[in-house]
Each structure stands twice: as C-alpha cells, then as structure tokens.
C-alpha cells in the first residue's frame, strides 16, 4: 500500500472559450508539478472550457474541442509524469455533464459528473448540463480519491456517498465566485462541516481569474480530518502549491504548509476590482482604458483600480469642463491624474452645450431650463469619450456606483456609456472608504502608484454632478449613510417596507427609496456590466421585472 502522495493544487487562471491558451496553461503547470515532484497535479473547475462556460456548451463543436484537448492531455500522461486532475464537458450519450477527469497513464482514467448542480444567483447550470449520480472514489496510484465538482460538496449527500463508498480525501476543483469575505464567511465553516461528517480531508482548489462580472479570488486551501487548515493559497494570485500526504493508521494527513494572511474586506474588494478589470480588458484585447475624471471620488477611485490593474501608461483621463466646472474640480482632477501618473487631457464641452442649445431651441420654444439640459451634458461627455475610445481603440471605463444604479441616478446614453464598470456593485460609503483605503495602503500585485492616488479633498467634499450651479448629490438622494443602509436591506436582504421601518428607518424616505429603485430597473437593464462584489449584485444575480406593479406600497 502506498504511503505517501504529493498533490500539487494549479490556482491558475483560466478564459472562457480560450481551450489552446486553458491546454497551454494547464501543460505548464503539469511541467511545474513534475519538477516539483509531485504525483498529481489538480486543476480547477471546468478548467479545459473556462468556467462560467454558459451557452458554450451548447454548440457542439465546442464541447468536441473540449473533449480532443482532453484527450491530447491524457496521451501526453504517458510520460510516467504527474496525473492531471480536469474539468470539462462530457457528452454521456444523450446526456452533457460537467465533469472532472482524471488523467494517468496516456488515457483518460476516470471521469465524474458534478452531480449538484448550482441554479440560483448567478448560476444557470441546470439550463446547460445533466446531473451524474452521486459518485464513488477513483482509484489513483495506492490511493482512492474522492473527485467532486464545486456544488458537490456545499450539500452532504457526495461526500457522504464517497466516504462510504471508501474515498480517503475528497478533492473538490472548483469555480467559486467572489464576494467579499466568502472564504471566511461561507467556505470554511462549510469546509469543517464536510471534514466533520466524514473524518477526511478536504482539499478545495479554486481558479483566479475574471470572468465579465465574476472574479474568481482563488484562496485554494486544505483541510485536515482534525479541522486544521494546512494550506492557504493567496488570493488574486495564481500559485501551483505543492501538498503532501502521509497515511496515519487509516488517515491520509496532510502535512503543514503556508497558510496565507486572508485580506481585509476592503483590500479583497479593491483586489477583486483590479483583477475583474485587468482580466476584462487584457482577455478582450483592448490596449487600455478612457475614462472621464470630474474631480469627483468615483471617478477618481476608478481611475486609481485602473492605474493600478493595468499600469498608469495604459490609462487615458479626460477632465470635460462645462461653465459650472469648480475650479476645485480642475485641480482635484489634474492632482488625481499626477498622482497616479495617467495620461491627462482637457477637452472643453461649452461649445458643444451651446450647440445643442441653439440646435434644439426652436424645438423646445418657451419651455424652461430643466433635467433635460443636465442630461444634455452628461451625453455630452459621454459622444465625446466614445468617440475616443473609437479613435483610439481604449474601452470606455464607466464610473457608476451601486447607490447610483439603484437609484437611477445616471443619465442613460451619458455618464452610463462604456464597457465595464468597477463600482457598479460598490455602495457609495462603501467608495468613500475604499478611498481612504487606497490613500493608506498600496495593493498587492498593483502596477500603479506606490503611494497616495487621490488628493485627500476629493474625499473629503461633498459628492456633486456638476450640472447646474451649486448643486450637490443630497439635494436629490437621501444621506448616502441612510441611502445605503436602505438599500442593503431591500436589495441583499429583500426586506419589506415595514421591516425597515421597525429597524428605525422614516417610512417615507423608505417609500422614496423603493420607488427609486423600482424605476431605475430599465436602466440598469441598459447599464454596462461590472465586478460582482457582494452577494446580490445586479445582473443576473437580481432578476426584476422592469413592467412591474408589486410597488412599494402594496407590500
Ligand atoms: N420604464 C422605462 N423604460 C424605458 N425608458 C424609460 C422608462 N422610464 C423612463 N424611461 C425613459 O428614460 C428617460 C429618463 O432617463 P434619463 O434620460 O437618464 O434621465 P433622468 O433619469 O430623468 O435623469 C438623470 C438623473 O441622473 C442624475 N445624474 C445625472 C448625471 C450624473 C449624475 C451623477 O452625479 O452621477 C447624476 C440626474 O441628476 C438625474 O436625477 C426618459 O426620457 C424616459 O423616456
Ligand atoms: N467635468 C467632467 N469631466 C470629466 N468627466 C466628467 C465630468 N463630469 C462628469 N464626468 C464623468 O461622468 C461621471 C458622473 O459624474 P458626476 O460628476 O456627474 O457624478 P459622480 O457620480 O459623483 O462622479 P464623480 O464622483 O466621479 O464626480 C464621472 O464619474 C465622470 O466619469
Ligand atoms: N461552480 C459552482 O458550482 C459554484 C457554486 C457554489 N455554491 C459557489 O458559489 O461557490
């Protein structure tokens, strides 16, 4: 009988649709684990496809380039180097699963089917694939491993099928999306639970990369029988992590290794922004970002992940002065630009303003100066940063945060035009401090400033458009603090009216913030997509009805 197994855990990256970079990908890990020594490597869920793979895998011809690039995998195994541990699709017949395959000896060893599969928030598996049975361990070299796909071990019912059917470690590959503290918060206490009832090991091995709206984070680890954490593989990094396991009496043990500080939430959501980012515009091919910098604290805060994503010589700022410009405005924003070591231009929109003015004036006749004029210029800004991102081939980074799309506080076709958003999940006090964040600490793996990315006053003035003299964000939202603490409770924590307002909230201003975020539904149906931070973003993560009469009063 075997005694010892070294197992090395691939945290890789992996891009959805890419199969010759995933294969590329995976042989250089495999390569790493034979130097290493070890006798199996682990790759992450779906990690030949990419994961999420969506409607991928309904197109036949790419499920058939998933199985060849398995099948070129498993015959380059008969090198007597390490196993390979995959995931991929596999057409059963009739039936598609999304399945983990063992590679050993220059063929495909075993295969098994995920057998739970995710339905819910952002997962859409039972559109796209077959559930296995419930499956038995794999004969692997000595030992019987216990190969499950992610959701398969958030419920009892595989590890408990493989540790009576007489698995000795439950090997889980996994594509886990981010939200903040999720490690500590979900996966660990569900991880003791796994380890509890069935007295193994658990092994979690997750991919690091960003997928649209998803991050992966990483932050692999395993788990010994005795509930200790004997691994901990950094976040936002990739990593091949070599583990090693020794039999105890009936036990396989793994031996101690480096567990790796687990980021404070406001260092993982400034990490998940700047991985999303960086995965979004290097995996679409695009040389950098364009993005309009108002002296304000989103845009300075998105220009700061941005710089430090991609590097500041890949980041292109436009400062769009109107007549109601603040000269502290110009100046906050040549500050942040400096700071942050980004290309800086000043393009002026009063005379566009004026030309729309005398463009439309015979239209509008007599009517009065309203929203329409301020919109006008925030669709000003919007053409031109387009037109930019045409000429120039940067996508246009915009800017909105989660209070804004809430509430529909953007104007459609202006300041919510662009690709990808960073804050779009990010409450405004949440943005506040990830500001004074980012001013004290300089993240890991950062490509940008080394110091301070703001000047303090843009987080210390109040929030303001700009559109209209003298106006400021609390003329027309409730306090930020109240606004935010409002909407967490009916947006993560589908409160009703009357909840809230026993929780100590003003009925009224509970009423407001309701209807707001009722009404703003088209607009968020139209807004670019962004990193999903918490555990309810918008997207697929909240399915609303736009034509929709369950209204805030009838709750
Ligand atoms: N259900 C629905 N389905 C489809 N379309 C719908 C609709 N309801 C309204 N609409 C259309 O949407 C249009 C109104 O939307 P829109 O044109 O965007 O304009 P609107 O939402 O009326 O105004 C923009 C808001 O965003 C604020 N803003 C603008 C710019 C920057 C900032 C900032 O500080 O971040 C804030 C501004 O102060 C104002 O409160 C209407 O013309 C209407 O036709
Ligand atoms: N004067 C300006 N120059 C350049 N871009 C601008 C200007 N005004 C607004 N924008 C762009 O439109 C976005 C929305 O801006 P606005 O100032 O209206 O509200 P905001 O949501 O408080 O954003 P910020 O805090 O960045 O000012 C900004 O983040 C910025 O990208
Ligand atoms: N890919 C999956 O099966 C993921 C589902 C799982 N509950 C998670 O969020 O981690």
């Not at 945290?11 to 290493?36: D, F, K, Y």
């Not at 999720?182 to 796994?194: D, G, N, T, Y």
């Not at 703001?454 to 939202?477: F, G, H, N, W, Y």
Request: charged letters at 20%; one cysteine or more.
């Amino acid at each position: 009988m075997a005694e010892t197994l070294k197992i090395a855990l691939a945290q890789i990256n992996s891009h959805a649709g890419a199969i010759t970079a995933n294969v590329a990908r995976i042989r250089a890990a495999r390569a790493e684990a034979a130097r290493l020594g070890a006798d199996l490597l682990v790759t992450p869920e779906f990690s030949i496809g990419g994961y999420p793979p969506e409607d991928l895998v309904k197109k036949p011809a790419f499920v058939a380039a998933c199985a060849e690039a398995i099948a070129a995998l498993a015959a380059e195994t008969a090198d007597g180097g390490p196993g390979v541990i995959v995931g991929g699709p596999w057409q059963n017949g009739e039936l598609l699963h999304n399945a983990a395959f063992l590679l050993d000896g220059g063929k495909v060893a075993a295969r098994r089917a995920k057998h739970e599969l995710p339905n819910y928030g952002v997962f859409d598996e039972k559109r796209v694939f077959d559930a296995g049975p419930a499956p038995g361990p794999v004969p692997f070299r000595g030992f019987r491993l216990g190969m499950m796909v992610c959701e398969d071990w958030w419920f009892p019912a595989v590890s408990e099928t493989l540790s009576e059917s007489g698995a000795e470690i439950l090997l889980s590959i996994n594509g886990s999306p981010f939200e903040v503290d999720k490690h500590e918060r979900q996966r660990v206490p569900l991880a003791v639970s796994r380890v509890v009832e069935t007295g193994l090991p658990f092994v979690f091995l997750a991919q690091v990369c960003g997928q649209d709206e998803l991050v992966f984070e990483g932050a692999s680890f395993v788990m010994n029988p005795d509930r200790g954490l004997a691994h901990l593989l950094p976040m936002f990094q990739e990593e091949i992590r070599l583990t090693e396991w020794h039999r105890e009496g009936e036990r396989l043990v793994c031996a101690q290794g480096a567990v790796a500080p687990t980021p404070e939430p406001l260092a993982q959501i400034y990490g998940a922004m700047m991985l999303g980012l960086r995965d979004y515009v290097e995996k679409n091919r695009f040389p950098g970002v364009v993005l309009g910098l108002s002296g304000g604290i989103d845009s300075a805060i998105s220009a700061a992940v941005a710089a430090d994503a991609l590097g500041p010589d890949r980041v292109h700022a436009v400062m769009m002065p109107s007549p109601y410009t603040s000269a502290e405005s110009l100046e906050d924003a040549a500050a942040c630009a400096e700071l942050l070591g980004i290309r800086y231009d000043s393009i002026n929109i009063g005379p566009a303003m004026e030309a729309f003015g005398a463009m439309l004036a015979p239209a509008f006749g007599n009517r009065p100066p309203d929203i329409t004029e301020e919109n006008l210029q925030s669709r000003i800004r919007g053409v031109t940063l387009m037109a930019l991102s045409n000429k120039f081939g940067e996508m246009l980074l915009t800017t909105g945060n989660k209070s804004e799309m809430s509430t529909g506080y953007a104007t459609l076709y202006g300041d919510m035009c662009g690709g990808y958003s960073v804050l779009k999940d990010v409450y405004k006090t949440t943005v506040f401090a990830l500001c004074r964040w980012r001013n004290a600490h300089v993240p890991a793996g950062s490509r940008g400033p080394q110091g301070a990315a703001m000047p303090e006053r843009v987080i210390t003035k109040p929030p303001s458009a700009e559109l209209k003299p003298d106006q400021k964000d609390q003329d027309s939202l409730p306090p930020y603090e109240e606004l935010d603490a409002i909407l967490e409770g009916l947006i993560e924590g589908e409160k009703s009216v009357d909840a809230l307002v026993a929780a100590g909230f003003d009925r009224a201003t509970v009423l407001r913030v309701w209807k707001m975020l009722d009404r703003a539904e088209y607009k968020r149906r139209q807004a670019p997509p962004g990193v999903k931070i918490t555990p309810r973003a918008f997207g697929r993560d909240r399915r609303y009805p736009i034509t929709n009469g369950f209204t805030a009063l009838v709750s």
